[in-house]
């Protein structure tokens, strides 16, 4: 246009005016008689949907059974029927002429949760008899249709295995008793029910009747920590009349489980995992006390107590009742520092009630336990020579004055204390209760230079206040050195004869009585002269004393010589 003349331009641009404004009253024309044009009749349904879900749990078929809401509509939107306002949903069967033609059509092969529009043409409807007083002859007929269930006569249980254990020792079997949570949903996802939210496990039977058929199939083969989606018919679950309250009739369930526990009334304990030490002399009997370490948990693994927690071992008598029934068999037969588990069912355990918070009713225990020692309230100190010199002039005795040196443990091996660490031995008077009756008795009748291993039981040891309480301990000693102890009784023995003028001896003042000073440096010069010894490892003062005291019959402080004696001159005591 740009090129033409001035006069051509102005021609030009008036031609297409024109044929502009003859175009758009054309087309006002065509809406205008479209508008007012009979509708064009419908041959077959007409399906527009509205909301297809992620998933497709499952698609009618024809012959399913299905649930479902709907809205029925004319095309002017006037409502003539709702199953919502009826509070239930229509249920019926597909392809059985159940339904009018049209809607038998439009449900095949909808999903779970789909919604859909449907236009449904009269002669697939009610045709020119209409319905009564409500659907006219020669109807279209709209339908919002919300599938929420549907299943088929011939349906079992359907199991999908969501997540499998490592490891599955056992499995579900009819009669076994378990454990489990669930959540239960109707196909379309609506809860009905949740052990989760009582926070309490759902506990029964299995394969003898106690739950619905299809719950009783869905758990055989089960493993402890499986989870699982158990999905069911009506026929398998509360069939035509629901559970009368949250489960609707003809209601497909769905449940999504997890195992956390099974046994069988006719299970023991059983033990595994055991770690046995190399050298084991001597395993536990009924009557034996205990001392053990354990973590305890239930059989999906949920702790619930230990021992380490408290940092100290479970000390008790087995074969004795003192413990639960499947505890007390299992420590029979153990040796110490061997470690193994022990599963008890919960009727050698805690039983229906279990604990209360912790343990929970019907529940089976596991124990990892660890043996760090027992006894018999009738053992003895073991003696065990380890070394014995070539040479052994004399052996220990009662009275002695011994000096030794020990390593102390316990008897997983757990150092308790060692007099090398102090770079000095350990001396004692042997009878005179300055050590433990188990160390008592294992140094008696020991060679200098000999070594000797001992198992002292606490009741021979530091009983139940020991370090720790009930302990076993275990001393490796070696003899360094002893000095011959007096006679049983005596705290001081003449090496010469006896002098006739010993009072007048003492009474170096002549006074006619002895002083203690008098009485003491008399005594301690006799030892030093090698004619009188003392009893050795004790005090030589105090021994002094307590032979000045047995002297003075009145207690005035002073021996006068009828009061002085020998011993040989009236009962024993340790005196003169």
Not at 127 to 135: A, E, F, H, S
Not at 362 to 384: G, M, R, W, Y
Request: one cysteine or more; a negative charge.
């Amino acid at each position: 246009l740009f090129l033409l003349s001035p006069a051509a331009h102005s021609l030009s641009a008036m031609k297409m005016i024109q044929c502009v404004l003859r175009m758009l009253f054309l087309s006002v024309l065509v809406a205008f008689a479209a508008c007012n044009a009979p509708p064009v009749p419908l041959d077959d349904i007409l399906i527009e949907k509205t909301f297809v879900p992620e998933q497709c749990v499952r698609a009618v078929k024809v012959g399913d059974y299905v649930r479902y809401h709907y809205i029925g509509t004319f095309p002017d939107g006037k409502k003539f029927d709702s199953s919502y306002d009826r509070g239930s949903t229509y249920n019926v069967f597909v392809g059985k002429k159940q339904l009018i033609e049209g809607m038998d059509k439009a449900l095949v092969g909808m999903c779970v949760n789909e919604r859909s529009l449907v236009k449904i043409p009269p002669h697939l409807a009610y045709g020119k008899r209409g319905y009564g007083d409500i659907i006219p002859a020669d109807s279209i007929l709209h339908f919002d249709v919300l599938l929420l269930d549907v299943w088929n006569p011939e349906d079992g249980v359907q199991i999908n295995t969501y997540h499998t254990p490592s490891t599955c020792e056992r499995k579900v079997e009819v009669s076994d008793y378990v454990r489990y949570h669930y959540n239960g949903t109707l196909l379309d996802g609506t809860l009905f029910d949740s052990s989760h939210t009582r926070m309490r496990t759902y506990d029964t039977y299995v394969g003898i009747g106690w739950l619905i058929a299809g719950m009783d199939q869905g758990l055989l083969g089960m493993c402890v920590g499986e989870r699982r989606i158990i999905t069911m018919p009506p026929s398998l679950g509360y069939g035509e009349n629901g559970d009368g309250s949250d489960i609707p009739g003809q209601a497909s369930l769905v449940f999504d489980v997890v195992l956390l526990d099974l046994h069988n009334p006719r299970d023991g304990i059983t033990v595994t995992n055991q770690v046995v030490p190399e050298s084991c002399t001597r395993k536990s009997v009924s009557g034996d006390f205990v001392r053990y370490h354990y973590n305890g948990s239930l059989l999906d693994g949920t702790f619930f107590d230990s021992s380490y927690s408290r940092n100290r071992t479970y000390d008790t008598y087995v074969g004795r009742g003192y413990v639960i029934a499947g505890m007390d068999e299992g420590l029979i037969g153990v040796c110490v520092g061997e470690k193994r588990t022990i599963t008890i069912p919960p009727h050698l355990a805690y039983g229906e009630e279990g604990t209360g918070s912790k343990i929970p009713g019907s529940a089976v225990l596991v124990f990892d336990v660890h043996i760090i020692d027992f006894h018999n309230p009738s053992d003895i100190t073991e003696v065990k020579v380890t070394y014995m010199p070539e040479e052994c002039g004399r052996q220990t005795k009662k009275g002695d004055f011994i000096k030794y040196h020990y390593n102390a443990s316990l008897m997983d091996g757990t150092s308790i204390d060692s007099t090398y660490n102090y770079g000095k031995t350990y001396n004692i008077v042997l009878g005179a209760n300055q050590v433990v009756p188990g160390m008592e008795e294992g140094l008696m009748e020991m060679c200098v230079g000999e070594k000797r291993h001992l198992i002292i039981p606490p009741h021979l040891g530091y009983g139940e206040r020991g370090v720790p309480g009930s302990a076993v301990l275990v001393f490796d000693i070696e003899l360094i050195d002893m000095e011959e102890g007096l006679p049983e009784g005596y705290m001081f023995i003449w090496n010469d004869d006896v002098s006739p003028d010993l009072f007048a001896e003492m009474d170096k003042d002549e006074n006619k009585q002895v002083e203690p000073s008098e009485f003491t440096d008399y005594i301690m010069r006799q030892v030093t002269e090698g004619k009188g010894r003392l009893a050795p490892g004790f005090d030589p003062y105090r021994i002094i004393d307590n032979m000045f005291s047995n002297q003075d019959r009145n207690g005035d402080g002073k021996i006068t010589e009828a009061e002085f004696k020998l011993k040989a001159d009236e009962p024993a005591h340790d005196e003169l």
